[in-house]
């Protein structure tokens, strides 16, 4: 079992910057061995989007429209995960999402946060 805590977030015009923070908590069994990273959904009802994930290794996968821009990066021994979002774009509107996946593949989620890009 894991929890998640997520910070930052805001509003920010087009071309700026912001930081999502998300420190995990829980068992050690999903705390070791995993893969962190974020998610976003742009409209209410709309399946979450991959933006960048980290595995315990070291391992990135980021998604194709924030490739360049948005830099994923974690800390083991904290058990964090941090997104820095650079040259936001107005569609990069969103909640986003903290997500953990173990090694038994449950995948836990935190609350969202708004991200909102204005022109």
């Known amino acids: 079992q894991a929890q998640l805590m997520e910070s930052g977030g805001g509003s920010v015009q087009a071309g700026g910057s912001l930081r999502l923070s998300c420190t995990a908590s829980g068992t050690a069994f999903s705390l070791t061995d995993n893969v962190m990273g974020w998610y976003r959904r742009v409209l209410p009802g709309k399946r979450r989007e991959l933006v960048a994930?980290?595995?315990?290794?070291?391992?990135?996968n980021y998604g194709d429209s924030v490739k360049g821009r948005f830099t994923v990066s974690r800390d083991n021994a904290k058990n964090t995960v941090d997104l820095a979002m650079n040259n936001l774009k107005p569609e990069d509107t969103a909640v986003y999402y903290c997500?953990?996946?173990?090694?038994?593949?449950?995948?836990?989620w935190g609350q969202g946060t708004q991200v909102t890009v204005s022109s």
């Open positions: 994930v980290m595995s315990s290794s070291g391992n990135t």
């Open positions: 997500s953990l996946v173990d090694r038994s593949t449950a995948n836990f």
